[in-house]
């Protein structure tokens, strides 16, 4: 495969923070008596955090105001950073920097394209920041997954073209962002399912030998 860079969504592929997720949504959700469960979670997956409440909201067939909206919004990502502040670099699984290390070895660029708005403080506090060459994030987009803004501005503070990157995603409005962006995919985790990706692995080691093979 003759690639340049790899472009990894961040939580769900490198880190898993989706526990830290539900705990906080489920805090403000009980708050306002609101139904919240593991299932619904699942579908706020790749999502933003403003779309993300609307699915809760709908769920639950409650209409606030936009700026009820923004004050929730905003408790839900002071519980969550609480729990971002805990975490460190044993919350990185050897095999994934590792497998990071080695492609950064063969001479391709990684790059983040994920839609949250914590990714620095994430890769910050499990000392990973200066690993990746190129971070796009839902601070500098305007549209989140499956709209390919974040993983075309990744390309693009690395230099390089759809075609010559690869997008990493565990989530189908992931896997659809890139396919949308005109990238290459690579499913893992859940997103292993969807018939759309290109490639397929079960394990993070095996992106070496989707990449090299």
């Excluded at 299932?39 to 105001?65: A, C, F, W, Y």
């Excluded at 929730?72 to 975490?87: D, G, P, S, W």
């Excluded at 095999?95 to 394209?113: F, Q, R």
């Excluded at 890769?123 to 060459?133: A, K, Q």
Aim: contains cysteine.
């Amino acid at each position: 495969m003759n690639k340049k860079a790899v472009i990894f969504d961040l939580d769900g592929v490198i880190v898993h923070t989706d526990h830290y997720h539900y705990l906080a949504w489920k805090s403000v959700a009980d708050h306002l008596k609101l139904h919240f469960d593991e299932k619904l979670n699942n579908q706020l997956r790749g999502v933003s955090r403003m779309e993300s409440l609307d699915i809760i909201l709908q769920s639950n067939s409650l209409i606030i105001t936009d700026k009820e909206k923004e004050i929730l919004a905003e408790q839900k990502n002071e519980i969550y950073k609480k729990f971002l502040l805990k975490m460190s670099p044993k919350d990185i699984d050897a095999c994934v920097l590792e497998t990071l290390l080695k492609l950064k070895e063969s001479g391709l660029k990684i790059a983040i394209g994920s839609s949250s708005k914590n990714a620095k403080l994430i890769l910050e506090r499990t000392g990973m920041l200066n690993l990746f060459d190129a971070i796009s994030d839902g601070n500098n987009i305007t549209h989140s997954k499956p709209n390919p803004e974040v993983f075309q501005k990744a390309a693009q503070y690395m230099d390089f073209e759809p075609r010559d990157c690869i997008v990493v995603e565990d989530a189908v409005a992931g896997i659809d962002a890139g396919i949308a962006g005109g990238f290459e995919t690579v499913a893992i985790g859940d997103a292993t399912k969807y018939e759309k990706s290109s490639y397929k692995v079960n394990q993070f080691s095996e992106l070496l030998e989707v990449l090299f093979n």
